[in-house]
Nanobody, 129 residues
Framework: EVQLVESGGGSVQAGSSLTLSCTASGFTFADRAMAWLRQAPGERREGVSCISSSDGDGDTYYKDSVKGRFTISRDNAKNTVYLQMNSLKPEDTAVYYC????????????????????WGEGTPVTVSS
């Protein structure tokens, strides 16, 4: 059974930091690009960040509004992907989803095509002012 289990969400004040974690099982983690997407109330789901697979181009993607504040990383030995979120803003409030990409997915295409194969259930992040 494929599982993506997120943790680390919560309610924080603007300017605070959170680290999201996503632990995967049931597929070969290192073969897949991994992404974080989010959905705010009443809004469409949007791509936040993506990190390449082991045989990918080694690139990462960040939505413009989170560049310089968020950092994506992965530990293939632990089948875990992380999203370090600093300087959080109220507009970052959303449910954050971890997802494993289709084979061959390029992170730079995330703004145009999500291309995800497996999804986690999401973890909520609330940032108050």
């Amino acid at each position: 059974e494929v599982q993506l289990v997120e943790s680390g969400g919560g309610s924080v004040q603007a300017g605070s930091s959170l680290t999201l974690s996503c632990t995967a099982s049931g597929f070969t983690f290192a073969d897949r690009a991994m992404a974080w997407l989010r959905q705010a109330p009443g809004e469409r789901r949007e791509g936040v960040s993506c990190i390449s697979s082991s045989d990918g181009d080694g690139d990462t993607y960040y939505k413009d509004s989170v560049k310089g504040r968020f950092t994506i990383s992965r530990d293939n030995a632990k089948n875990t992907v992380y999203l370090q979120m600093n300087s959080l803003k109220p507009e970052d409030t959303a449910v954050y989803y971890c997802a494993a990409a289709l084979r061959g997915f390029l992170c730079r295409t995330l703004p145009y095509y999500h291309g995800m194969d497996y999804w986690g259930e999401g973890t909520p992040v609330t940032v108050s002012s």
